[in-house]
């Protein structure tokens, strides 16, 4: 991306890369719903945007204050529902984002015809 | 792409939930069975999962939990028999009784065959909305390319 996608735009492509990385924790979060001694996954999501900027890979950490079920399962369906749905939802922002600044560099290079 | 294993994920989760929902259905079905091939009465059946880092198998998700930044997918380690004693029922006529008249029936508890059944399907239905999900953002990113 480099030159043609700077500024602010590259920023959408951490913010998607990250919502994707989260959202795949989600997703295996959901299917370890039933697995004994499963603990929840997450990404705290502020601190680790910040990072992302920088360059760096996210790291896992477990989510407090779950309870954890008879067989040491602590997957909250509703939790995963909300995070479901948030991820998406802010993907669709950025992705938004990212393309109204894509066709503005298109009408820059086509003249603004 | 983290999101497209994400989909393989959601995909492992709902394969071990079928897998469940297939053995309570045989449960349920085979609540009056006397006979088996392994002899006695039939014994309640139940799955085991465990986590599978390897759920998708596709390269990039390999590298990606090599690199640290893992997503587990789940899979079936294991079907177990209840090991309970079957039920004596006293039915003299039967065939299958012994001499002192007794039947073993398989000790199940309907009800919770059907709640267990409710859990599969509902956790089933958990990972279609996560692929659902998961395929919106697929779909978003490749509008980028629409602009």
Redesign the interface.
């Known amino acids: 991306m480099g030159i043609m996608f700077q500024g602010v735009a590259a920023n959408f492509e951490q913010y998607m890369t990250l919502l994707s990385a989260r959202q795949k924790l989600v997703a295996s979060n959901l299917a370890n719903a039933d697995t004994p001694g499963y603990r929840t996954e997450d990404i705290d999501f502020h601190a680790e945007f910040e990072h992302a900027m920088s360059g760096q890979k996210p790291t896992v950490i477990e989510p407090d204050g779950l309870e954890v079920k008879p067989d040491g399962n602590n997957v909250s369906l509703d939790r995963e529902a909300r995070l479901l749905s948030e991820n998406t939802m802010r993907f669709a922002v950025a992705s938004n984002l990212a393309r109204s600044e894509l066709s503005s560099l298109k009408a820059a290079i086509q003249e603004g015809k | 792409?983290?999101?497209l294993?994400?989909?393989s994920?959601?995909a492992?989760?709902m394969s071990?939930?079928r897998a469940?929902t297939e053995l309570l259905v045989q449960n349920l079905a085979n609540s009056d069975t006397t006979r088996t091939p392994e002899g006695g009465p039939y014994r309640r059946k139940d799955v085991?999962?465990?986590?599978d880092p390897s759920?998708g198998a596709q390269f990039s998700s390999m590298f990606d939990s090599a690199?640290?930044?893992?997503?587990?997918?789940?899979k079936v380690a294991g079907v177990v028999t209840d090991p309970r004693e079957p039920e004596k029922r006293y039915e003299p006529g039967h065939p299958d009784a012994d001499q002192d008249g007794y039947v073993l029936i398989p000790r199940m508890n309907p009800a919770e065959d059907m709640v267990d059944l409710m859990?599969?399907s509902?956790?089933f239905q958990?990972?279609v909305?996560?692929v659902s999900?998961?395929k919106?953002?697929i779909q978003?990113?490749l509008?980028?390319f629409r602009?």
């Open positions: 792409m983290s999101l294993s994400a989909l994920i959601s492992s989760g071990a939930q469940r085991v999962f465990t986590t759920a690199m640290g930044n893992n997503g587990m997918g789940v859990s599969a509902r956790s958990a990972n909305s996560a999900a998961v919106d953002m978003k990113s509008d980028l602009s």
